[in-house]
């Protein structure tokens, strides 16, 4: 175990990832023979760029990183189809940089378009003080017994990409200017800034994600863990005061914590509705089946199909569920038939 000199410690690029812990927590290196575990905090030397060329900081810049540059990560599995499939290493050897939001792990197997992971060399587990690493999990949130808000709606999709994040933020635009204080949170994915600071940007007054909870990623955390983590999202956005939530589940049904969630009656009992976003009709009519098979009630489909009127006809044909463009979503006429208890609408939100 190594005592950390601060300076060295604050020249060191942060990552995302790693926003909840204080820098000032951060005392020591542990560089014995040890197996990380996912969510524990490492300081690492960056060897060879690949397709990640910067570190998103807490802060969101993303900072440009150069060989021999030392940065605070996590480590973390990653299933990401367009992106990486990677794993936590049993050693402290070499391994990859996975996620621009600050996930270290090894890399399986990546997309074809990807010039390969960015190569790094731990250097040390980083601790508190004494020879126990930091993990993630230290600082999140604590329980809350908070009542649920009124309303809580879920996003989920096809796949990366197919459009999940920008329903969150047409339905966080709704609520908002219909009069609801509404609150965003993301509960599995990959450590990133970006969706959350785009709810945010949409008018959310509060946003969450599962960093909160504990975790660099989701990626093969207990279903069970991951739903009681989600619950403690929304009590929490409701004692913030929030009264309508909308979620955000990564990645597409076919992955294996999504498909578990879509069918846990204990996040699904709680539910106003979903949404299912995808960049075709017969994937989105294909999703809203199986949800509705699992007991959803599925309030539309969105997604990038709705850049196609053609894809948007099929999908309404075929399936007999609206297709909602992104103005739409962002239209209080469109969202309040949808809340339990509405809100009454300012002049001001209705442009009247």
């Known amino acids: 175990m190594e005592i950390l000199n601060r300076e060295r410690l604050n020249l060191a690029k942060r990552a995302y990832s790693t926003r909840r812990v204080p820098r000032s927590h951060l005392k020591t290196l542990i560089a014995n023979s040890c197996c990380p575990k996912a969510g524990d905090l ?6 060879r ?4 060329k910067r570190l998103e900081l807490p802060s969101g810049r993303k900072a440009a990183m150069n060989p021999g540059d030392e940065i605070i990560v996590a480590y973390g599995d ?7 499939e990677s794993y936590v290493p049993e050693d402290l050897e070499a391994c990859h940089l996975v ?3 600050g996930v270290a792990s090894r890399a399986a197997s990546w997309h074809n378009r990807l010039s ?3 190569h790094i060399k731990p250097l040390g587990l980083l601790g508190c003080g004494d020879n126990k690493p930091v993990n993630l999990a230290d ?3 604590g329980p809350t017994y908070a009542l649920l808000p009124q309303n809580i709606f879920m996003v989920l999709g096809t796949s990366m990409n197919a459009g999940k994040t920008t329903t969150v933020a047409g339905l966080v635009k709704g609520f908002t200017d219909a009069g609801h204080t509404v609150g965003a949170a993301k509960i599995t994915g990959t450590a990133a800034g970006g969706d959350p600071w785009l709810m945010r940007d949409n008018g959310a007054k509060e946003v969450l994600d599962f960093t909160d909870a504990g975790y660099a990623t989701t990626f093969n955390v207990e279903p069970h863990l991951i739903t009681q983590a989600a619950g403690n999202l929304v009590r929490t ?9 909308i979620l955000e589940v990564a990645d597409g049904l076919y992955q294996s914590e999504t498909a578990a969630l879509a069918r846990m009656e204990s996040l699904t009992s709680i539910l106003t509705g979903t949404f299912f976003a995808a960049g075709d009709a017969m994937g989105a009519v294909s999703g809203a089946r199986e949800l509705a098979a699992m007991g959803h009630n599925v309030l539309g489909l969105s997604g990038a199909m709705t850049c196609s009127p053609l894809a948007v006809r099929e999908a309404e044909a075929a399936s007999g569920i609206p297709v909602y463009r992104l103005d739409q979503l962002m239209s ?17 939100a209705t442009g009247a």
């Open 237 to 245: 956005l409701a004692r913030r005061g929030c009264d309508t939530v």
């Open 332 to 348: 209080p006429a469109t969202v309040v038939p949808w809340v339990h208890q509405t809100v009454p609408v300012t002049t001001q």
């Open 99 to 101: 996620a621009a939001g």
């Open 139 to 141: 600082f999140a949130l």
């Open 42 to 47: 490492v300081l690492a030397e960056v060897v």
């Open 78 to 84: 990653r299933y990401a189809p367009d992106q990486y």
């Open 49 to 52: 760029l690949g397709s990640h």
């Open 116 to 118: 390969g992971p960015t």
